[in-house]
Each structure stands twice: as structure tokens, then as C-alpha cells.
């Protein structure tokens, strides 16, 4: 358990906080500025939590995720220099309760992972949600489930490409939506 601790301006090392084979770990209440790289990376790791916390301008990613079962919940993340959350190598996330702001990349979802999104909100994001293959080792792109969420923008951009799928269930949308690539479901 790691509760109310503030990290800021880290400039020696890539990622401000690194987790690797880890298992049942509560990261709580936590303040992320201005991570050199990314503010949390998570590697390899089960029952993560990352729960209340704040990430603000982070170089690279917010929370960068590889190979873990993690749930994302009730966290602000904004002025994400690549993405809010990466979401890739096998990992299942569990993402409710979080809201996006002004990242270049809310959302990714790549290399066979899989992501369940809820009750979020996208607020000006140059992208929105991108599910894709990037590491052939992996076979599949992304697969992402969004229900019950927000997205407000003048171009709200969501992608799907090399055999991946997004689904958007009871989702509203105040913006010109952008969905490009295949395996797009809007219901």
C-alpha cells in the first residue's frame, strides 16, 4: 500500500514510480507532476489498483502498463505528453471513474490487451481512444469495451487498426466524431 505521497519534477530516471512482479498492490491518493518519462510504470505485475490519484503533465505516459491485471478508478489525468494510460503486452484493465484532459493519447490499447472502460470522461484530447498491434510477439492488437462514458471535443478521435476491436455501449458524444479503421461498434 503507498497512500498520499506527491511526486514532482523528476529529472534522473525515465519513470517516477516502477512496478514489476508484483501482486496485490494499492496505490492511493497519490500526486504525479511532471514526470520526466512516465509517472507509474507497471510491468509484469496482478491487483494492481491505482485509485483517487492525480497525474498532471507527464513527458510520456501517465500509467504505462505491460503484461498486468490492474484496475484504474476515480483518477484525473491531463497534459499527457503521449498517453493518459498505455495499456499493452497481454494486460487486462479495468478503467472506471477517470476523467481525460488535454492528453495527446487518452487511451491505447495494443498487443493483445484487453481494456474495460467506464463511467469516464474524454475532455479536448488531440485522441481519444487508439486500439492497434504494435509488437508482433503479441499476435493481436487491442480489444476495448467503453460504456456509460463522456467524450467532448471538436474532433473526438477514436482508431482501430491490425486486428483490433473497440465496442461503445451508452456513450454520448458532443463533438464531430472521427472513427477510423475497422472493428468500430456503436451501439
Same mark, same amino acid.
Given at each position: 500500500?503507498?497512500?498520499?505521497?506527491?511526486?514532482?519534477?523528476?529529472?534522473?530516471?525515465?519513470?517516477?514510480?516502477?512496478?514489476?512482479?508484483?501482486?496485490?498492490?494499492?496505490?492511493?491518493?497519490?500526486?504525479?507532476?511532471?514526470?520526466?518519462?512516465?509517472?507509474?510504470?507497471?510491468?509484469?505485475?496482478?491487483?494492481?489498483?491505482?485509485?483517487?490519484?492525480?497525474?498532471?503533465?507527464?513527458?510520456?505516459?501517465?500509467?504505462?502498463?505491460?503484461?498486468?491485471?490492474?484496475?484504474?478508478? &476515480?483518477?484525473?489525468?491531463?497534459?499527457?505528453?503521449? $498517453?493518459?494510460?498505455?495499456? @499493452?503486452? =497481454?494486460?487486462? +484493465?479495468? *478503467?472506471? %471513474?477517470?476523467?481525460?484532459?488535454?492528453?495527446?493519447?487518452?487511451?491505447?490499447?495494443?498487443?493483445?490487451?484487453?481494456?474495460?472502460?467506464?463511467?469516464?470522461?474524454?475532455?479536448? &484530447?488531440?485522441?481519444?481512444?487508439?486500439?492497434?498491434? $504494435?509488437?508482433?510477439?503479441? @499476435?493481436? =492488437?487491442?480489444? +476495448?469495451? *467503453?460504456? %456509460?462514458?463522456?467524450?467532448?471535443?471538436?474532433?473526438?478521435?477514436?482508431?482501430?487498426?491490425?486486428?483490433?476491436?473497440?465496442?461503445?455501449?451508452?456513450?454520448?458524444?458532443?463533438?464531430?466524431?472521427?472513427?477510423?479503421?475497422?472493428?468500430?461498434?456503436?451501439?
Amino acid at each position: 500500500v503507498w497512500l498520499n505521497s506527491s511526486f514532482k519534477n523528476n529529472s534522473l530516471y525515465d519513470d517516477v514510480l516502477h512496478l514489476v512482479y508484483c501482486d496485490s498492490v494499492l496505490l492511493k491518493d497519490l500526486v504525479f507532476k511532471n514526470a520526466f518519462g512516465d509517472a507509474i510504470d507497471i510491468d509484469i505485475s496482478k491487483n494492481i489498483k491505482v485509485v483517487g490519484s492525480k497525474f498532471n503533465n507527464s513527458v510520456n505516459d501517465a500509467i504505462d502498463l505491460m503484461q498486468s491485471n490492474v484496475l484504474i478508478e &476515480n483518477n484525473f489525468i491531463n497534459f499527457s505528453g503521449d $498517453k493518459g494510460i498505455s495499456i @499493452g503486452e =497481454g494486460t487486462i +484493465a479495468r *478503467i472506471n %471513474n477517470n476523467k481525460f484532459v488535454k492528453n495527446d493519447l487518452a487511451v491505447a490499447i495494443k498487443d493483445g490487451s484487453r481494456a474495460e472502460i467506464l463511467n469516464s470522461k474524454f475532455l479536448n &484530447n488531440k485522441k481519444e481512444i487508439h486500439a492497434y498491434k $504494435k509488437n508482433w510477439q503479441y @499476435g493481436s =492488437g487491442g480489444f +476495448a469495451k *467503453i460504456e %456509460n462514458s463522456y467524450f467532448e471535443d471538436d474532433l473526438i478521435n477514436i482508431k482501430s487498426n491490425n486486428n483490433s476491436v473497440i465496442n461503445l455501449n451508452n456513450n454520448e458524444f458532443n463533438g464531430k466524431k472521427i472513427f477510423k479503421g475497422k472493428n468500430i461498434n456503436l451501439n
